[in-house]
């Protein structure tokens, strides 16, 4: 449940969404997607509320990707990422979504592992295929919801790599369902901090990473530290 | 120019993959089309022209009764499945089989066999067609639209009402004559005698109207399988296109059903050999395997009971002794989700 929030969306940057178990994240991340309903309140997209967009227009806009990514079909990569371009060609694919879709599968490093089925993958280049599918759908906003769940170090930490480069290389405005506070000071640019179903902080890394703000949202105590110019957060 | 130049060895490996699945399903027709010859032919006397004529006249109407039934349970059963996101289950669960027997067993039981209702199998036909479709169709649409579009209470409204017809049917038959029970008896059991070509013209039209109605939502079944969060990023009305394909799979169980009799439980088993053969998510591809495969089924099962059998087992023995076991060994194989 969630209650109260209002924040505006910095275009171009990347936000981290963070807070405790059952904070309100993945809901307020569903409402702003249209996935999920919300009683009261307005979401408004681009001068338009979200539920008075065409579902197939925002779907051009906005990309999220959710953890619910278990499915059991004989899909190979290949045929996921060319699911991202439904928006626009529908089932018939055209030699421009083609090229697309090569540029979105080598970006991700996944052109060897092409046509193996997403099921005989392992779970970070599974990650990868889904993100690959994403980029393909070339939205302006790209929504993930704990995008490094289940991934070890290694992959985690490329995956948020990836994500600084959506935001950098490829100019589009990344929003995030985090559980790692660092990965979240690392390598975005905003954060909001959820408590309760309500905002208990907004705004850049610097102002919301702090002693007294991780204390008053966690509950616990933290030390900060400064690496490469970030404030990164120490627990026990 | 070189990115273009670049798709076309990639796309080769999904090309080559697309074609072996159409040469398997071309192989399908193929075997299909070989049943059905072995059944026009299985022991005809092509040189008495009366004899011949007869031969003609009575398999005729069976051979494409049965073609037309493994369409509408292949297809169906395969969207049904995907629609509940789960390859074992089957139309059957949503009760028509215990409906139609029920149908049948308060006929008997209200009016007797030997009334018209129960003696002349276009008024049965209609009968059926009618109860079921607009029973299935209140229940299914509405009931799914009320339940907030939870796949999972489909199955439960389903095992409910199997139970509640199943209960009512089997207090019917212990209050009935036993000698009525005898003939009822063989009604309830699928069979592709009696079946004549108006039947056989009316249901195949309703399965024409039900398949271009339902188009536009029949070309959204890949997008569906991907998972209701991934179909509404993608821009599709996920709750919407569920119903529609539901109702879909609904009525042309009822079409099949009121043809021959309780006859579904197919669909298990040429849906799961569909997907077992043709290793991919393409439903185009799965429906036409799924359709073709219950086409060798139902007709070589058929060669098998008139000529070897000679008559004394029905096919439905067949069916459900081979599908029971083959559910078995799918429940077995299944491979454990992470």
């Known amino acids: ?236 | 120019m070189t990115t273009i130049l670049k798709s076309e060895p990639l796309d080769n490996a999904m090309a080559v993959k697309r074609k072996s699945n159409v040469r398997r399903l071309i192989a399908l027709a193929v075997m299909a089309f070989l049943t059905v010859v072995l059944y026009m032919t299985l022991n005809v006397r092509f040189d008495n022209p009366k004899l011949f004529e007869y031969a003609m006249r009575i398999r005729t109407p069976k051979v494409i009764t049965m073609l037309l039934v493994a369409s509408c349970i292949g297809g169906a059963s395969m969207v049904f499945q995907s629609v509940i996101n789960n390859t074992i289950v089957t139309p059957c669960l949503l009760g028509m089989n215990s409906l139609y027997t029920l149908i049948h067993t308060a006929v008997v039981f209200f009016f007797g066999t030997g009334s018209l209702v129960a003696r002349n199998t276009n008024v049965a036909f209609a009968m059926d067609l009618a109860l079921m479709g607009v029973i299935a169709t209140f229940i299914y649409s509405y009931m799914f639209k009320k339940t907030k579009y939870n796949v999972l209470y489909v199955l439960l409204i389903g095992t409910v009402l199997t139970s509640f017809f199943s209960s009512m049917q089997t207090t019917m038959v212990r209050a009935m004559d036993p000698n009525e029970y005898d003939t009822l008896l063989t009604t309830l059991v699928a069979s592709f005698s009696n079946i004549n070509s108006e039947i056989i013209l009316l249901a195949a039209v309703m399965m024409a109207l039900v398949v271009i109605v339902f188009r536009k939502d029949l070309a959204l079944l890949d997008i569906i399988t991907l998972g209701k969060e991934q179909a509404i990023n993608l821009g599709v009305d996920y709750d919407r296109t569920i119903r529609k394909l539901l109702l879909g799979v609904v009525l042309l169980i009822a079409i099949a059903t009121a043809m021959v009799g309780p006859i579904s439980f197919l669909g298990l088993i040429i849906a799961n050999l569909s997907r077992q053969l043709l290793k991919t998510y393409r439903h185009s591809h799965l429906i036409m395997g799924s359709a073709l495969i219950g086409m060798v089924l139902l007709v070589g099962g058929q060669v098998i009971v008139e000529r070897v059998f000679v008559y004394s087992i029905p096919i439905s023995v067949f069916i459900t002794v081979g599908g029971g076991l083959y559910f078995l060994y799918l429940l077995l194989t299944q491979k454990r989700r992470s």
């Open chain 1, 1 to 236: 449940m969630v209650d109260g929030v209002n924040f505006e969306i910095p275009k171009g940057k990347v936000l981290s969404l963070i807070g405790p178990n059952g904070a309100g994240k993945s809901t307020v991340m569903g409402i702003i997607s249209r996935l999920i309903a919300s009683d009261a309140g307005l979401v408004d997209f681009e001068g338009t509320a979200i539920n008075k967009w065409k579902s197939r227009e925002l779907s051009k806009r906005l990309a999220i990707l959710t953890q619910a990514n278990n499915i059991q079909m004989k899909l190979t990569v290949r045929e996921l990422v060319t699911f991202g371009r439904f928006p626009y060609s529908g089932n018939h694919i055209t030699g421009e979504d083609r090229e697309i879709i090569d540029q979105a599968i080598g970006y991700m490093e996944l052109t060897d592992m092409q046509d193996q089925f997403i099921d005989e993958l392992s779970g970070g280049q599974r990650q990868r295929a889904y993100i690959a599918m994403v980029i393909a759908q070339d939205t302006e906003y790209v929504l993930l919801d704990e995008p490094t769940n289940n991934l070890d170090i290694y992959h985690a930490t490329n995956m948020m790599k990836t994500v600084r480069r959506l935001c950098d290389e490829l100019g589009k405005t990344v929003i995030l369902v985090l559980h790692e506070i660092n990965y979240a000071a690392f390598y975005s640019d905003y954060i909001c901090a959820f408590v309760n179903g309500k905002i208990a902080k907004f705004g850049t890394v610097k102002e919301v990473m702090t002693k007294e703000n991780l204390a008053e949202i966690y509950k616990v105590d933290f030390e900060i530290q400064e690496i490469e110019g970030k404030p990164l957060s120490i627990y026990y």
